[in-house]
């Protein structure tokens, strides 16, 4: 998998996660603990060592594409996603454990980030499947993937010890290949818009 592949939007820049993205990416997660409480987003110094750690051997295994969202304008680390679960023989992968610095909700980062995920999954590393889940209690979350275009396909019970140690059912969503052309039109009118707001408000 091309791990180094840095993914260039109008908005931001993604690039491989690196050890210089992790300051800035940490002080993000421990400020906003309420915000990510239902996330696998780590809530200590302590616990983002250990999850980067996994983060970067998933890696070098091949099973994952970890990114630091980078503010094209002024070069600021304001979050990260990755591609995970990558498995090449079957074309699938999934798509999560993002998160975001509040002060950008609403701006088009978000959705430019997870076009040019969702774009470098289909178009380049020719994915027939992109899996999203996340925890029945986060309903922000199970918003924001439904905007994305992704179809939900099912809830799995009792499925993960979250990090508040509730035993959680994950919501799971879909997107093939065959709903990518309507879902990348859906993710590029989006950004448009969000790009024209910015525009008027200089």
Request: proline share 4%.
């Amino acid at each position: 998998m091309p791990s180094e592949a840095v993914l260039e939007g109008r908005l931001v820049r993604l690039e491989p996660l690196a050890e210089r993205h992790l300051p800035p990416l940490v002080a993000i997660a421990l400020a906003h603990p309420e915000e990510y409480r239902l996330t696998s987003t780590p809530a200590s110094a302590a616990a983002a060592d250990a999850y980067f750690g996994r983060v970067f051997a998933q890696r070098a295994a091949g099973t994952a594409h970890p990114v630091a969202v980078v503010l094209r304008d002024g070069g600021r680390v304001v979050g990260t996603s990755r591609l995970s679960e990558v498995e090449l023989g079957h074309r699938r992968c999934e798509l999560g454990f993002s998160w975001l610095d509040p002060a950008c909700f609403g701006t088009g980062v978000n959705v430019e980030s997870k076009l040019l995920l969702l774009a470098f999954a289909f178009e380049r590393l020719a994915m027939h499947r992109v899996q999203i889940h996340t925890d029945t209690r986060n309903l922000r979350s199970q918003r924001a993937i439904e905007a994305l275009g992704a179809r939900q396909e099912g809830v799995l019970r009792r499925h993960q010890v979250a990090k508040d140690g509730y035993v959680r059912d994950t919501v799971v969503y879909g997107i093939t290949d065959l709903d990518w052309p309507e879902v990348r039109a859906r993710l590029e009118g989006r950004l448009a818009r969000s790009l024209a707001r910015r525009a008027v408000a200089g």
